[in-house]
């Protein structure tokens, strides 16, 4: 274990539902990320969380809508994806940003949309 | 959008056999970092080499980097079949917003027993 928690680790959900991912970090750093990872194609960051403070939004839909209610804890609610949203979703850690310290990944969850 | 590119796509050695992995990018950069991720899950830190070192090692792994190129290269030496992942690099870029850490495709590395 990183010590930074992702459920579920897999996920399928038709086009009109509405789920949750969940992140969870033990490390006690103050930073967390939603990263999208699609085949073949690089990790697309998705949103940064400082300090509970939403730091970065890269130009997200907003089907994706992320919350983070305290330090430890990330989530990415989901409503009306599309297919091409299939993807693994990383969460990572780090303490500050990336100037000094590498980044924590949880393993993912897998995300399919039918 | 992308940063830093890895080269190959693909390596495929015997185990034993030492592995290097390139990648270029495009900007000034604070640091770059190489991350390993194996199939499916999330990705591993292995070591960040910042803009005014120029190598740097971490057990079997070597580091190299080369502001004037835009460049840097990840050695891993004596390779095992346990270093099969995928391999990343990823900048911070200078002046840019710290907390985005922006990767390259990656270099699939297979190392046959």
């Known amino acids: 274990e990183t010590g930074v928690t992702q459920t579920p680790r897999h996920l399928v959900m038709g086009m009109t539902n509405k789920k949750s991912l969940k992140c969870e970090q033990h490390?006690?750093?103050?930073?967390m990320y939603w990263y999208k990872q699609s085949a073949k194609k690089p990790l697309e960051l998705m949103f940064v969380?400082?300090?509970?403070?939403?730091?970065e939004n890269n130009s997200v839909p907003s089907r994706f809508s992320p919350e983070c209610p305290n330090s430890s804890h990330l989530f990415l609610h989901l409503h009306t994806l599309q297919p091409e949203d299939s993807a693994l979703y990383l969460c990572?850690?780090?303490?500050?940003?990336?100037?000094?310290?590498?980044?924590?990944f949880g393993s993912g969850t897998r995300l399919t949309v039918v | 959008s992308q940063q830093g590119e890895e080269d190959p796509q693909a390596l495929s050695i015997q185990e034993g056999e030492n592995a290097t992995m390139n990648c270029s990018y495009k900007?000034?950069?604070?640091?770059l970092q190489w991350y390993r991720q194996n199939s499916g899950r999330g990705l591993v830190h292995l070591i960040l080499?910042?803009?005014?070192?120029r190598e740097k090692h971490s057990g079997r792994l070597r580091v190299t980097l080369d502001t004037s190129k835009k460049s840097s290269s990840l050695l891993i030496t004596a390779s095992r079949a346990a270093d099969t992942a995928s391999y990343f690099c990823?900048?911070?870029?200078?002046?840019?917003?710290?907390?985005?850490?922006?990767f390259g495709k990656g270099t699939l590395l297979t190392v046959n027993p």
């Open positions: 969380y400082s300090l509970e403070e939403r730091v």
């Open positions: 490390l006690g750093h103050n930073a």
């Open positions: 990823a900048t911070v870029n200078s002046g840019g917003s710290n907390y985005k850490l922006t």
């Open positions: 900007t000034s950069i604070n640091n």
């Open positions: 080499i910042r803009s005014n070192e």
């Open positions: 990572a850690s780090s303490q500050g940003g990336g100037n000094y310290y590498g980044y924590t």
